[in-house]
Structures are given as structure tokens and as C-alpha cells.
């Protein structure tokens, strides 16, 4: 059984900082795309990054420049530092896993159950 389990999110100030990690069980992720979505209150799901497994890079132009997308491969691990936040960027966030480059929730193929990230102003 796939298991994608998010951790690190929490209430921040307006500004600060945020380093959230998914872990990924249940099978080899090696060659797959790691990516990171969220959901705010009242709004659909919108995707925020994802990476491959060489490490390409794939941004949401609301995050680019502020936050970067990372994986480790031996530790089936995506990481989102998140910097400069924003109350705009208050959602739930959640790692998925992808077989090809996808930038919309339909194509994901794993979900983790997310991690709230609140940012107060």
C-alpha cells in the first residue's frame, strides 16, 4: 500500500519561513514526479511545484521565487521550503506522485492526506 505522509506545516507571521516534507512508503518513487499541491478555504486544489526524478523543476507562478521544491531519492522524500509567506498562501498542502510531468491534481496517481499551513498577517 502507497503511503505519502506530509509533516512540517503550522501557523507562521506574515514573512517567516516554512520547510514542509512528504515521506513516501509502499513501493520505489525513484523514477516518478514528486510534486506539491494546496487547498485554501472555499477554493479548488491548484498545484505549487514539482519535481522529477533528476531533479527538474516545475513552479506555480504565485510561488516562484519564494519557494523551492527538493527531493532525496534514498529517503523517497519531497521537501517545499517555503520563504516570504503570505495569509494568501494559507492551505492545506499535499505531497502526490505522478508518473509523467502534470501540473493539475487530476493526473496524480498517490495523494497524502495534506498538513495545514496558516500564515497570519
Known amino acids: 500500500q502507497v503511503q505519502l505522509v506530509e509533516s512540517g506545516g503550522g501557523l507562521v507571521q506574515a514573512g517567516g519561513s516554512l520547510r514542509l516534507s512528504c515521506a513516501a512508503s509502499g513501493r520505489t518513487f525513484s523514477s516518478y514526479f514528486m510534486a506539491w499541491f494546496r487547498q485554501a478555504p472555499g477554493k479548488e486544489r491548484e498545484f505549487v511545484a514539482t519535481i522529477s526524478w533528476s531533479g527538474t523543476k516545475y513552479y506555480a507562478d504565485s510561488v516562484k521565487g519564494r519557494f523551492t521544491i527538493s527531493r532525496d531519492n534514498a529517503k523517497s522524500t519531497v521537501y517545499l521550503q517555503m520563504r516570504s509567506l503570505t495569509p494568501e498562501d494559507t492551505a492545506v498542502y499535499y505531497c502526490?506522485?505522478?508518473?509523467?510531468?502534470?501540473?493539475?491534481?487530476?493526473?496524480?496517481?498517490?495523494w497524502g492526506k495534506g498538513t495545514l499551513v496558516t500564515v497570519s498577517s
Open positions: 502526490a506522485i505522478s508518473d509523467v510531468v502534470v501540473l493539475t491534481p487530476d493526473g496524480m496517481v498517490y
